[in-house]
């Protein structure tokens, strides 16, 4: 990416637990970097079929 002039960093972090958004923003400070963009990336998985798991029976996925 660098050839078009840009810089991307993947930083692993559940923010779902209480203490991860200052742990992000700290190895964001130590990396020297400044953010333009954040992409939270949540998402859920699960394996089988999709009507068969518990979020589409709970109407959870469509």
């Known amino acids: ?16 637990k209480a203490n991860a958004p200052r742990q992000l923003a700290e190895q964001i400070s130590e990396l020297g970097l400044s953010v333009d ?16 798991s518990p979020g589409a029976r709970a109407g959870g996925l469509r």
């Open 37 to 52: 963009i954040l992409i939270n990336n949540a998402g859920v998985g699960t394996y089988g079929l999709r009507g068969n």
């Open 1 to 16: 990416m660098i050839q078009y002039g840009v810089q991307a960093y993947a930083l692993a972090c559940d923010l779902s």
